[in-house]
């Protein structure tokens, strides 16, 4: 295989079945199906987890979510697919780092990097130290865990440290952002950052605890948190709002009369109808909808909009000097909870008039028998819309001729509500772990490939692709001339903070016939462990009825030995690589 130009495009939060055509909804990417139609379509790709930040490891690292540490820890003790790359002689980019959690291995193997959001020490409080306070609150935290306490509120102060130095002398890593942002106040906040991080160097153990104990009233959470709020002028965002005040009214009773007439409320078990009907109600009355254009708020989601995160992108393009080939991995949130339809951080009211008549059009053209999230349906045309964008660029640029195009998700979409799901933010269901991969370039003849994959088998298929070895430690495998697993995996703690440790995990295997979910804790035996979920795919196709209580287990023998056996191997490289033995 020749060594391309790799483009690596991550969509968050895309379900398959929303992508394409069916006969409750429209073509909502109409562009990617023509990749489709030219490259390689694969129907059967599930992610491990329902969140990104347990399926990146996967889909970057190519092995299992909770091996070589999990992620607690970000993607320590993995090879990411940049860090291959960059190793065989490619120049590899992403401006859309987003360094939190463990800031140090979020992104490794960059030789060409720029962060697209401000560092934010409330993403460390919610996804991890919140969960450690409770813990030190009820005398449950030992000094191993506290030890771990230590070592990510380390990491996070010395970045921390990091990003206010790149926005005070103005770094290159900041220069895609750096316009958003407004830096009042940043030598007195710079100021305040030493002062602390000389407190926990002084006394490491008692400031951990101290922060445990204090919460939010810590003197950390009065250190300003810088975003991008000054994405547009607030005379363009009011001419914003009138203008196309109408289409948004016409999305939001489109959707209430369509899903109050087709989509269908199916009351399960009495313990599941408080958040079926929760669900319900979020379907029909899509409250978030008018913030959508909001002159009030000026943020809309954190990071660039996908039409600006692409023009940087393709900005670099021009300026590139290297001869080597090329590396890109753009991740992009505009689909995800909550979606953006349009691109929100341009006074280019010609684009916006455009990116609004394809809403409308779409909305002129619903099914009678509609039912789901327009909202969400409207930002994959969107981001369908911005992909076309992108390839009309490389061609006019003349940049297709040595390119391969890859396109995907880390997960489904949570928030479909078709079908309604009494937990539909992390559950086991199709539509959170079903999702597109298109692989595109001139030289690849056309193929649908229905075989079950997992993520984890993506990076060994772009490296494949361009004669690179495949990593040892990798556990996934190309997908290219194979036929495909006999199942897929489903491995990941159910939201909240991934201390294995701490925490029991969700382990189970989707095939033909049977999801089938154990709930386990890694420090026991697989027989401890109890069902968390049984569908029979061939009679329940939206898994609607969780036979786990009623199931004869003789019947799905043959995968509770698979998960047996999958549990086995996960124990085994927990033992190996577990955080708290370093």
């Not at 130290?129 to 000094?143: A, R």
């Not at 009042?184 to 101290?210: A, H, R, S």
Request: aromatic share 14%; with cysteine; proline share 2%.
């Amino acid at each position: 295989m020749t060594k391309k130009n790799t483009i690596f495009i991550v969509i968050d939060s895309l379900y398959y079945e929303r992508t394409i055509k069916n006969d409750y909804h429209n073509a909502t990417m109409p562009f990617l199906d023509k990749l489709r139609c030219e490259g390689i379509d694969f129907t059967n790709m599930y992610s491990e987890a329902p969140y990104t930040e347990a399926a990146l490891v996967s889909l970057l690292c190519g092995v299992d979510t909770m091996k070589k540490g999990g992620y607690l820890l970000k993607l320590k003790g993995k090879e990411t697919i940049m860090e291959t790359f960059k190793n065989n002689g490619y120049e590899t980019f992403c401006n859309c780092v987003q360094p939190i959690v463990y800031p140090s291995h979020s992104y490794q193997g960059l030789t060409d990097e720029y962060y697209n959001i401000c560092y934010n020490f409330e993403s460390l409080w919610s996804y991890r130290l919140d969960f450690y306070s409770k813990k030190y609150k009820n005398n449950e935290l030992d000094e191993k865990n506290l030890k771990i306490v230590i070592l990510l509120l380390e990491d996070n102060l010395l970045f921390w440290r990091k990003f206010f130095k790149a926005l005070k002398t103005k770094d290159k890593v900041v220069s895609f952002i750096l316009p958003y942002i407004d830096l009042v106040g940043l030598d007195d906040n710079i100021k305040l950052l030493e002062g602390e991080y000389k407190k926990f160097k002084d006394d490491k153990l008692n400031y951990v605890k101290d922060l445990l104990s204090k919460g939010r009233e810590h003197e950390l959470f009065k250190i300003k948190t810088y975003e991008l709020s000054e994405k547009m002028s607030l005379d363009n965002m009011k001419k914003l709002y009138y203008r196309y005040k109408k289409i948004i009214r016409k999305m939001f009773f489109k959707n209430m009369k369509y899903n109050l007439l087709n989509n269908k409320l199916v009351l399960t078990p009495k313990s599941e109808k408080k958040g079926l009907l929760k669900a319900y109600f979020n379907a029909i009355y899509n409250r978030f909808l008018y913030q959508k254009i909001d002159y009030h708020d000026n943020v809309k989601k954190a990071a660039p909009s996908m039409d600006r995160t692409f023009k940087h992108f393709e900005s670099w393009l021009l300026s590139r000097k290297s001869n080597k080939p090329y590396f890109a991995y753009i991740h992009l949130d505009d689909c995800h909870r909550g979606e953006m339809f349009y691109t929100y951080d341009t006074d280019d009211f010609e684009m916006l008039d455009e990116e609004f008549k394809s809403i409308d059009d779409y909305l002129n053209k619903l099914p009678k028998n509609y039912r789901g999230s327009i909202s969400y349906d409207v930002s994959l045309r969107y981001a369908d819309n911005c992909l076309k964008k992108l390839y009309t660029f490389l061609e006019e640029k003349k940049m297709l001729e040595n390119v391969t195009i890859a396109i995907c998700a880390d997960h489904g979409s949570s928030y479909t509500f078709d079908p309604y799901r009494s937990n539909y933010v992390n559950n086991v269901h199709r539509e959170n772990y079903n999702m597109p991969f298109v692989i595109w370039n001139k030289d690849l003849v056309h193929q649908t490939n229905k075989y079950f994959h997992n993520t984890k088998d993506i990076p060994a298929t772009l490296l494949e692709l361009n004669g690179i070895e495949i990593p040892q430690e990798y556990d996934g495998i190309s997908t290219l001339g194979n036929n495909g697993r006999d199942y897929v995996i489903i491995e990941n703690v159910n939201g909240g903070c991934p201390d294995y440790n701490l925490r029991d995990i969700l382990l189970g295997i989707r095939n033909k016939r049977y999801l089938v979910v154990m709930n386990l804790n890694i420090h026991k035996s697989f027989d401890e462990g109890s069902i968390y979920a049984v569908y029979d795919l061939m009679v329940d196709k939206d898994e609607l009825y969780n036979l786990k209580d009623t199931i004869d287990k003789n019947i799905i023998s043959k995968e509770l030995s698979i998960i047996k056996k999958e549990f086995e191997i996960l124990q085994e490289d927990i033992n190996m690589n577990n955080y708290l033995n370093e």
